[in-house]
């Protein structure tokens, strides 16, 4: 054989369905409407049985409690400038407003239904199956139709997605993956036309992916690869395609961080939802996760709503798992540099997968954080046309003949569909028994429990609804087993991660609710505030056992301390309220530790600095203010006069002076935490947002550095 021969014979197409090289505008077949159609009534069809559950999990922070969702239409302003979780007390820098937005206008015109709102996520996801059938017979346009229908029958049958489609919240993946689909269609559409109407819609759509969520600048590479691999296009030629796109992702970051103030947000010091932040099991962990990645992909059991500490345990270099991770992965890099000028459909699947992975890879080796299963969302996409494309490849149905029927397709290659409707049947039956699972919280955590026994926030869950029966049950020996069980599910946690503050709180909340038993309650929201001093609902929960047990000025004084610590938490600002307006109290120091001392001869800073804290106490900040003022002259080292006087300006609204009285502190200790977040929320009732986010994120980075030693 000649040399040159050679060179062609290695250069030919690996598969049956890498597109031929030809002219633009040409489509060898036409788009099968009604088999995108079908796919859509497919996608509806397995979810449909989601449509009458209630909310779940995240949906309550992200509707229940989202105060602006509630405002309908005129939210819509406070959502484009919020953090999503910015009623949870949480700026972890996500700007996810489309989402949000279409939750406000569901609550505008239906109020609170989440029957509604589960029928548009299933109508959503529908009609993402049908674009995304509509898109792939583009790419693929020199296959016959049943090959793209084949792809997206697994796709939309996978089981992976239940979390997507079953829990409103995450319509946010939905909406991201829909408008990228939209985004590659109408940039080959420009490609094919050079009609810049074109470009225009794919830049606006690939803007609403960004507004759905960020995830979707992933998304925004795959343009120019579908134009490599459709095109027969370069890889520089297809990389200047990507400009404008990059000029979006400016516009997006530019109004996220004028919106926001951060692009990275600030996450907690939280090992439960960021358990892999040592940076010794970063990468070693990173190629657990996405071994096990894989693992779902093509066998999707067990699933889970939640993945948090310690359900997948920290890897380090050298654990079988690991090492399996890196070799899969160095071996999909190793396939797609070998083979990728073939621009076979195997190799693109392969690069949607890589390309789709990188938010949750980064996720983990940046933040630490966990897994989903919601991340697989677009990844299986890519499973799906390696899947499809490598059975092909080996059973080499002809995908290229044109005139020929369905029905005589299918009975020449009935290995390779019989073998695509198997999986599609298993993955079919999969999704809809698991659907049933996201009916209501109870069902949720007590079909997880059965794989989630390490898990921390699992047990922390299930315990809770348990709680909540035993709250409600009138029987006083079943609400006395229910709250012993719910007891074991909490300290079954502790053992796991023996500082999980919430589990903590909800034993304070069992002593208090069900046992009533006030002294235990107190001493389990200590232990919890003690655990995790930023948390809101134990100093909450403190102020209402103080208030049940008559001890107002101890009330007054936790409700502003959970109010401090979330000044968004509605139940604790009410009661602030309330038993203001019921008692005249509004407490800022704690009148637990104050007594009123006129017999000392010792008349020191100490001396003054209680003194102040008695007067404090009563409501008297003029006087407190003196006092501490005396105590820190005569003793310029106690810090916690400082503190104290700077509350006390701030409570008088004399927000200068307060953050004067906290730069003095700052002068003598940089490092005192506490004085930067008292500018930091004292800043923010002047509304200074900026400077306050600035001392905000100095507290939390010396938080993140005392936690780390």
């Known amino acids: 054989m000649s040399k040159a ?39 509806f069809l397995l979810y449909s049985n989601t449509i009458g559950f209630g909310y779940v999990l995240d949906d309550t922070a992200a509707i229940v409690e989202n105060q602006f969702v509630k405002k309908g239409l005129a939210g819509i302003p406070d959502l484009l400038k919020t953090d999503f979780w910015y009623f949870s007390n949480l700026k972890l820098g996500y700007y996810r407003p489309l989402s949000l937005i279409t939750f406000a206008i569901e609550y505008e015109v239906f109020n609170n239904n989440p029957q509604v709102s589960h029928f548009i996520n299933v109508s959503l996801f529908a009609f993402t199956g049908y674009l995304l059938f509509i898109l792939l017979s583009k790419v693929f346009r020199t296959s016959h139709f049943l090959f793209s229908f084949a792809i997206c029958l697994l796709f939309v049958a996978h089981p992976v997605h239940t979390e997507v489609v079953a829990n409103i919240k995450s319509r946010d993946e939905i909406l991201s993956f829909l408008n990228v689909v939209l985004t590659i269609w109408f940039a080959l559409k420009y490609f094919d036309l050079k009609k810049i109407k074109y470009l225009l819609l794919s830049l606006l759509f690939f803007y609403l992916a960004l507004l759905s969520k960020e995830t979707a600048l992933a998304g925004g590479l795959l343009v120019p690869v579908v134009l490599f691999f459709r095109n027969n296009i370069s890889i520089p030629g297809a990389l200047k395609k990507l400009i404008p796109y990059v000029i979006i992702i400016v516009i997006f970051l530019v109004q996220k961080k004028l919106l926001l103030g951060t692009l990275s947000g600030m996450p907690p010091d939280d090992i439960v939802n960021y358990p892999y932040r040592d940076p010794s099991v970063k990468f070693p962990t990173t ?40 070799v899969l992965f160095l071996a999909g890099i190793a396939a797609i540099v070998k083979y990728y000028r073939t621009r ?27 897994f989903a299963e919601r991340f697989l969302f677009f990844p299986s996409l890519g499973f799906a046309v390696c899947f499809v494309s490598a059975i092909s490849y080996l059973l080499k149905p002809n995908f290229k003949q044109k005139g020929i029927s369905v029905q005589k397709i299918i009975n020449a290659n009935k290995i390779f569909y019989g073998l695509v409707f198997i999986v599609t049947a298993f993955y079919s039956i999969k999704t809809f028994t698991r659907n049933y699972v996201w009916k209501d919280e109870m069902t949720l955590f007590s079909a997880d429990i059965k794989s989630g026994e390490n898990c921390t926030q699992n047990l922390r869950h299930y315990g809770t609804e348990i709680l909540r029966l035993a709250v409600k049950e009138k029987d006083p020996a079943k609400k006395t087993e229910y709250a012993n069980q719910a007891i074991d599910l909490f300290k079954k946690a502790l053992v796991i991660h023996p500082k999980f503050a919430e589990c903590l709180n909800q034993i304070g909340v069992t002593f ?29 929960n403190l102020g209402i056992v103080y208030q049940m047990t008559g001890n107002n000025e101890a009330a007054s004084y936790y409700y502003n301390e959970a109010i401090k610590k979330n000044p968004s938490y509605l139940n604790a600002i009410k009661a602030k309220e309330d038993l203001k307006k019921s008692t005249g109290l509004d407490i800022h120091v704690n009148p637990l530790v104050m007594t009123m001392d006129t017999t000392s001869q010792v008349r020191d800073g100490m001396y003054y600095y209680n003194l102040g804290n008695y007067y404090a106490s009563r409501g008297d900040y003029v006087k407190a203010a003196e006092l501490f003022q005396q105590s820190i002259n005569l003793a310029a080292g106690l810090e916690d006069s400082y503190i104290n006087l ?14 004067a009285v906290s730069e003095q502190l700052l002068a003598r200790n940089p490092n005192n935490i506490r004085a930067l977040e008292n500018i930091a929320i004292t800043y923010r009732s002047a509304g200074n947002n900026k400077k306050a986010d600035e001392y905000m994120q100095r507290a939390n980075s010396l938080k993140n550095n005392s936690g780390k030693n």
């Not at 270099?317 to 690991?322: I, K, L, V």
């Open 287 to 326: 190629f657990l996760l996405f071994a096990f990645s894989l693992k779902l992909l093509l066998f999707p059991h067990p699933l889970r709503y939640d993945y948090s500490y310690n359900q997948i345990p920290a890897a380090e270099f050298g654990d079988p798992a690991s090492m399996a991770g890196l």
């Open 344 to 370: 076979s459909a195997v190799i693109l699947g392969l690069i949607i997968i890589y390309i789709t992975l990188v938010p949750s890879l980064a996720f983990t080796i940046i933040r630490g954080g966990i």
């Open 646 to 659: 700077a509350n006390c300006y701030g409570v008088m609204k004399e927000y200068d002076k307060s953050i």
């Open 512 to 540: 208090q609710e069900v046992f009533f038993i006030p002294d235990s309650a107190i001493y389990y929201y200590n232990k919890a505030i003690e655990a995790s001093p930023g948390l809101a609902f134990p100093s909450f």
């Open 5 to 43: 021969k050679k060179i062609a014979k290695k250069a030919s197409p690996p598969d049956p369905v890498t597109p031929i090289k030809e002219p633009r505008k040409q489509e060898k077949f036409t788009i099968n409407h009604v088999a995108g159609i079908i796919i859509a009534m497919v996608a």
